[in-house]
């Protein structure tokens, strides 16, 4: 079990020079219903009041909620967090008058909101009334992405019920404290045979739900450094009128000369020598953080995504690291991709993978729908996107993470329609046949370029060469 922060201990924990906003409403000994006060709350549940009272002695708090302003590191937030000792951080009535309040003010003064959860859901004392409260926190929180506005959740012990399942699992970027319990089923009403691991900070963590487990030592710095990035970086973010420049293409780490022929060309692509995306990220960005999973019960190892600082500004960026990609990693790719493009955040790709994964369990989590939704949120995209092929580009599998019309190649890469061997089995070719059918298909990078499907080459000496 995580430890137990009590609200002002987690806000302390994480930002300097916090002002709480001043709360409105009746004292801790009556609690409001629809437009009346009754001590026993909106459906006049026995005894309610008096809980209350207790609840406030034990916690020191009017309500499970606290929030205000606060500064995290170089950046000022909207700070949301839960004293699970009030009535076990639940959400009534005025825990969504604050919450909604909160939002609204992030709004007002612009800022990105953190939320620091635990909560055991919806306080059944007050009824449908307490559930209601969970389509305030949703509109507040859709009002507040629409807006142009980064949120980040960060899950203490325990996160459940509504407030997971809306300030949690709906924000921008997910953290976890180590060993928190999180799940929409809290522990006392899930499935007595239920997998206790499923409930688990980890267990959210390998099914995409969260992007990070982070240490209470290390939460003030990782916050600092998220709210950096979503923010647009230490310089001077663009502003709605002047929409951001695309990013430069990497310089090219592995071979300086393309190869003479199209199989030259596969076989320079495919050799294990040959430097993939994470180090084609490590030298391209100084801070980066990742974002993890799709957020349907899936993760791809093979698909890298989050956000980077390049020369003082935050590129966002989606990058294939050599294997064929699963549907979780679109799917991901492209909850990156919106992202970015709902923050101002240009966005750079990096292609490499010999194709979509084809495999049968590839077909039953939705292949062609995650494809799909990746090249909808390619195109839609409305900032600026730059691609880079570092190595193989496998069909559709690749194209659907290629800008249309800013993609460059490294020297040691190629793009086809389809593998040469896979090209020639179709054509009733014999696999020796597979060479012949590389150069046939001019997937070379100074065939691409004369074909106009890519801009330019890129070496180690300057950032890209056009011919």
């Given at each position: ?10 806000i ?10 001043p709360?409105?409403?009746?004292p801790?000994?009556?609690a409001?219903?629809?437009g ?16 209350r ?54 709004r ?6 953190v939320?620091?959860?635990?909560t ?9 009334i307490a559930?209601?409260?969970?389509q ?11 807006a ?25 970027v ?21 997998d206790?691991s ?5 267990g ?6 969260i ?24 310089a001077?973010a663009?502003s709605?009128?002047s ?6 293409p990497?310089?090219?780490?592995g071979?300086h ?18 430097p993939?995306a ?5 030298a ?17 190892p ?10 003082g500004?935050?590129?966002a960026?989606a ?29 750079l ?19 062609g ?16 996107v ?7 580009g ?14 460059w190649?490294?020297?040691?890469s ?19 046949d ?12 100074q ?21």
């Open positions: 079990m995580a430890d137990r922060l009590t609200a002002r201990e987690a302390a924990l994480v930002s300097e020079a916090f002002e709480e906003t709360q409105t409403g009746p801790a000994d009556t409001v219903g629809v009346t006060a009754h001590p026993d709350g909106p459906i006049g549940w026995d005894g309610y009041g008096a809980s009272v207790r609840a406030a002695a034990r916690s020191g708090e009017e309500e499970s909620v606290v929030w205000g302003v606060g500064r995290i590191g170089g950046c000022r937030a909207v700070i949301v967090s839960f004293e699970f000792r009030f009535m076990g951080g639940s959400l009534g009535e005025r825990t969504g008058d604050r919450l909604e309040a909160a939002y609204a003010h992030a007002a003064v612009r800022l990105p909101l939320s620091l959860i635990a055991g859901g919806s306080r059944m004392q007050e009824g449908m559930l209601s409260q969970l305030r926190v949703a509109r507040a929180a859709a009002q507040t992405r629409e142009g506005l980064a949120q980040i959740a960060v899950l203490r012990d325990p996160t459940t019920g509504g407030g997971w399942a809306t300030l949690g699992a709906g924000a921008d997910v953290l976890a404290l180590p060993g928190a319990q999180i799940g929409f089923a809290g522990s006392r009403v899930r499935p007595q045979n239920a206790p499923a409930y688990t900070a980890a959210q963590l390998a099914a995409g739900q992007d990070a487990i982070v240490r209470q030592e290390e939460l003030h710095e990782t916050l600092a450094s998220w709210l950096t990035l979503l923010t647009g970086g230490t001077s663009p709605p009128s929409p951001p420049s695309a990013p430069p990497p310089l090219a780490l071979s000369d393309p190869a003479p022929t199209g199989w030259g060309a596969v076989q320079l692509a495919r050799s294990a020598r040959r993939r994470q180090a084609y990220l490590d391209y960005f100084g801070l980066r953080l990742d974002v993890q999973g799709d957020r349907r019960g899936g993760t791809d093979g698909m890298l995504c989050g956000f980077g600082l390049r020369e500004r935050t590129v960026y990058a294939q690291a050599g294997t064929a990609t699963r549907p979780a990693g679109y799917r991901t790719a492209a909850r990156l991709v919106r992202l970015a493009d709902r923050l101002g955040i240009p966005v790709t990096l292609v490499d993978t010999p194709g979509a994964a084809n495999d049968a369990e590839a077909e039953r989590e939705g292949a729908a995650a494809i799909a939704e990746a090249f909808a949120a390619m195109a839609e995209a409305r900032v600026p730059t691609t880079l092929v570092i190595g193989e496998g069909s559709g599998g690749a194209l659907a993470l290629a800008a249309p019309d800013n993609t190649a490294t020297p040691d190629y793009f086809s329609v389809i593998a040469p061997e896979l090209a020639a089995a179709i054509l009733k070719r014999g696999p020796g597979a060479p012949g059918t590389a150069d046939q298909l001019r997937l070379r990078p065939d691409l370029v004369d074909l106009g499907v890519v801009r330019g080459i890129v070496d180690p000496a300057a950032t890209a060469k056009q011919p």
